[in-house]
């Protein structure tokens, strides 16, 4: 399973992402969900991906190759992130029907993935946008500055109760890796390294993170946000047991 979550204010875009892709008895395998295309300065744009990992990776690759040999339609020369996103949902709809095209080995195996792209094309605000194996694509809005991939309930509380048009980059950031903490807490497939981007709007330039298991900062967030949790709930108003009703009362 894997957890992505980007979220958009007015201060930038923050990415995040697991890299667990297998957490069996026996074997644990690891691989980055997260892909950082810069094209001549002037767009940047971030890709996180989750599901079939055979179709996220030829996904990926066919993007990277469309740039490189300057396709007529590519990252390089679409007008804005909704494009780009019908751009890679097209790609990610046609390599879905290549793996499991022609029955034989692969029939009845699901190679559905989901990415979401964010980004900035210069003249434009940054955006992302979630796109669905199908190929189609959602934006965020007003009250939902955020999106997300993978194993997503866990996570999701955090981000309602915290995040807004106007909170900080660090503020974001710091939100983000709770979120994916609260999620490796519940799911044990979800896990790290922990990849984290940073994006100011109008920089053209992607601060990036890694976090290990044995990460310091990473450690020292989860031990803070663990004690928080406990010192809050003890703050609670306490259950009045004397407004409680008998059986008979509540009839």
């Known amino acids: 399973m894997t957890y992505c979550v980007a979220i958009t204010m007015d201060a930038g875009l923050i990415f995040c992402s697991d890299s667990r892709t297998n957490a069996g008895v026996d074997q644990v395998s690891t691989y980055s969900k997260m892909f950082h295309y810069k094209v001549s300065g002037e767009r940047e744009f971030v890709v996180l991906s989750a599901g079939n990992l055979a179709t996220t990776q ?3 690759s066919q993007i990277k190759r469309d740039i490189r040999d300057d396709a007529s339609t590519s990252l390089k ?3 804005d992130i909704s494009e780009a996103a019908s751009y890679l949902g097209e790609i990610s709809r046609q390599e879905q029907e290549k793996h499991s095209g022609g029955g034989g ?3 009845g195996a699901s190679f559905e993935a989901s990415f979401i792209l964010g980004g900035q094309v210069e003249g434009d605000k940054p955006r992302l946008a979630m796109v669905y194996p199908q190929g189609n694509h959602i934006t965020t809005s007003k009250d939902t500055p955020y999106l997300q991939i993978g194993e997503s309930k866990y996570g999701k509380p955090i981000l309602d109760r915290i995040l807004s048009r106007t909170t900080s980059l660090e503020d974001a950031s710091r939100c983000a890796l709770v979120s994916m903490d609260s ?4 799911n044990l497939t979800v896990g790290p390294p922990i990849e ?3 994006y100011a709007t109008d920089s053209f330039n992607l601060t990036r993170f890694r976090f290990d298991d ?3 900062y990473l450690r020292e967030l989860k031990k803070a946000w663990d004690q928080y949790l406990i010192e809050a709930f003890d703050r609670l108003p306490p259950l009045q047991w004397s407004d409680a009703q008998s059986p008979d009362e509540s009839a």
């Open 77 to 79: 020369n679409l007008p």
């Open 183 to 186: 999620t490796m807490r519940s």
């Open 105 to 107: 080995p692969n029939a």
């Open 58 to 60: 030829a996904v990926v």
């Open 196 to 198: 984290l981007a940073v």
């Open 214 to 216: 044995d990460d310091e």
